[in-house]
């Protein structure tokens, strides 16, 4: 049974960075093929795909955001972190983590609850 | 990148009913498109994987068709619990894009 939890600071200023942490069980991603990713959605809005990590340490960017953007992973605690510079109030939303299916392109079959995070001062 | 352009936006329908979405990609995507459902407050729920394969669990009432531009989301008889936003979402070379989201709502 795959399950992944986001977890994070529910408020963040503008300009500071923001670090989501992506908690896994059910797979490994040192096994071949696997992948996870993140997606946000603001409130009211439609998904906006954010990242991608594989389990061979490959990284894939939304190329909108790509410079604020860092993905990286922790095989031992099974953990994926997130990490997005120069926040600004647009980027209030619901951060999400989900499994990339192996062998099915990037189909992302289980996701967390996702995180509300709102950018104020 | 590729864009995703969903239509309609809004979609009234009465339980029943046969209810087509439909998705374009600005250039070919082979295959390699999925379809979601989101309810309000919920995570997306995986519906069809690779254009036309029914996930796991899905009423086959639910059903996927098309390749290269074009692509079509259909519920053969629409039922309650089908009242819910859908969203394409296509992924190529490792490339990710959401459509803007159809939404299915009571008439």
């Known amino acids: 049974q795959i399950t992944l939890k986001e977890s994070g600071p529910t408020l963040v200023k503008p300009t500071q960075a923001l670090t989501l942490t992506c908690t896994f069980s059910?797979?490994?991603?040192?096994?071949?093929?696997?992948?996870v990713g993140w997606i946000r959605q603001p409130p009211g809005k439609a998904l906006e795909w954010l990242a991608l990590?594989?389990?061979?340490?490959?990284?894939r960017y939304s190329p909108s955001l790509q410079s604020r953007l860092t993905v990286t992973k922790d095989t031992s605690k099974n953990q994926v972190v997130l990490r997005m510079t120069n926040m600004d109030p647009v980027d209030t939303a619901t951060y999400y983590c989900?499994?990339?299916?192996?062998?099915?392109?990037?189909?992302?079959?289980?996701w967390g609850q996702g995180t509300l995070v709102t950018v104020s001062s | 990148d590729i864009q995703m352009t969903q239509s309609p936006s809004t979609l009234s329908a009465s339980v029943g009913d046969r209810v087509t979405i439909t998705c374009r990609a600005s250039?070919?995507?082979?295959?390699?498109l999925a379809w979601y459902q989101q309810k309000p407050g919920k995570a997306p729920k995986l519906l069809i994987y690779?254009?036309?394969n029914l996930e796991r669990g899905v009423p086959s009432r639910f059903s996927g068709s098309g390749s290269g531009t074009e692509f079509t989301l259909t519920i053969s008889s629409l039922q309650p619990d089908d009242f819910a936003t859908y969203y394409c979402?296509?992924?190529?070379?490792?490339?990710?894009?959401f459509g803007g989201g159809t939404k299915v709502e009571i008439k």
């Open positions: 059910g797979f490994s991603l040192s096994t071949s093929g696997e992948g």
């Open positions: 989900a499994h990339r299916r192996r062998s099915s392109g990037t189909t992302l079959d289980y």
């Open positions: 250039q070919s995507i082979s295959s390699w």
């Open positions: 979402q296509q992924y190529n070379s490792y490339s990710v894009t």
């Open positions: 990590i594989f389990w061979d340490d490959d990284k």
């Open positions: 690779k254009a036309s």
